[in-house]
């Protein structure tokens, strides 16, 4: 709820902001939407990998996903009063893409609000997953829904790229960081699991974590009740 009051308030925090605020919010609240998009995207395909994280890890990479999409959402609200406060698009255009046309500047602001609406909704049916969590049709369903953020990504990426005025280096070299992490995260998920294993002990190497992982403890419980005699076993008391 609480993040839902700020997001309603950012349009009236930029249009009664100064002309420097909103000058600064026009170069910068794109880039910053499309960055934490992108941190989120990136945390949603790590997150849920059981055997890189154990339990505790991916509660907080689970934590860092959500943060990260609402202030997608939040720079993204940003970006879009902006940009219609210093008279750069139309309302039109923001609420439905590709209104200005589909070649040009117009097909590419059609591209920004494409991903615009992608996102509010993939975040709302995010914010709503436990009403989606049963039966598992209506589970599988959430998920494909959920996935609607990798082309938000797509299309807002395009659209930071080429819309407007050409992007200063520092914007294209968080661009190009932002591709290469998503690219990254893509390719880990799709990694086979020997070498997701490899490359988990080389993380617990590096970082002197001493916590078994999820899928430690889990074959160590297959060994023993693979052992003689487990089910005549009895605790102590």
């Given at each position: 709820?609480?993040?839902?009051?700020?997001?309603?308030?950012?349009?009236?925090?930029?249009?009664v902001g100064g002309s420097q605020f909103q000058e600064f919010l026009n170069f910068g609240a794109g880039v910053l939407s499309l960055v934490s998009l992108s941190c989120s995207v990136?945390?949603?395909?790590?997150?849920?990998?059981?055997?890189?994280?154990?339990?505790?890890?991916?509660?907080?990479?689970?934590?860092?996903?959500?943060?990260?999409?609402?202030?997608?959402?939040?720079?993204?609200?940003?970006?879009?009063?902006?940009?219609?406060?210093?008279?750069?698009?139309?309302?039109?255009?923001?609420?439905?893409?590709?209104?200005?046309?589909?070649?040009?500047?117009?097909?590419?602001?059609?591209?920004?609000?494409?991903?615009?609406?992608?996102?509010?909704?993939?975040?709302?049916?995010?914010?709503?997953?436990?009403?989606?969590?049963?039966?598992?049709?209506?589970?599988?369903?959430?998920?494909?829904?959920?996935?609607?953020?990798?082309?938000?990504?797509?299309?807002?990426?395009?659209?930071?790229?080429?819309?407007?005025?050409?992007?200063?280096?520092?914007?294209?070299?968080?661009?190009?960081?932002?591709?290469?992490?998503?690219?990254?995260?893509?390719?880990?998920?799709?990694?086979?699991?020997?070498?997701?294993?490899?490359?988990?002990?080389?993380?617990?190497?590096?970082?002197?974590?001493?916590?078994?992982?999820?899928?430690?403890?889990?074959?160590?419980?297959?060994?023993?009740?693979?052992?003689?005699?487990?089910?005549?076993?009895?605790?102590?008391?």
């Amino acid at each position: 709820m609480a993040s839902a009051v700020v997001l309603l308030l950012i349009p009236v925090v930029v249009l009664v902001g100064g002309s420097q605020f909103q000058e600064f919010l026009n170069f910068g609240a794109g880039v910053l939407s499309l960055v934490s998009l992108s941190c989120s995207v990136i945390w949603g395909l790590v997150a849920q990998d059981r055997v890189l994280l154990n339990t505790r890890q991916r509660i907080i990479g689970q934590a860092v996903h959500r943060t990260t999409a609402v202030g997608s959402i939040a720079f993204l609200l940003l970006h879009i009063t902006t940009k219609i406060a210093l008279d750069h698009t139309q309302l039109i255009a923001a609420l439905i893409p590709f209104s200005l046309g589909v070649t040009g500047s117009g097909g590419l602001i059609g591209l920004g609000s494409l991903a615009g609406l992608l996102m509010v909704f993939v975040g709302v049916t995010g914010a709503l997953r436990s009403n989606f969590a049963t039966p598992a049709p209506v589970a599988a369903r959430w998920r494909a829904m959920h996935m609607l953020a990798y082309p938000a990504w797509c299309a807002a990426l395009v659209h930071g790229l080429y819309a407007g005025r050409q992007a200063k280096p520092i914007f294209v070299i968080l661009y190009g960081l932002s591709l290469l992490g998503v690219m990254a995260g893509l390719a880990l998920r799709a990694a086979p699991r020997p070498v997701k294993r490899r490359l988990a002990d080389r993380l617990v190497g590096l970082f002197g974590g001493a916590e078994a992982s999820d899928l430690d403890r889990l074959e160590a419980s297959r060994s023993r009740r693979n052992e003689p005699g487990f089910d005549n076993r009895r605790e102590p008391r």
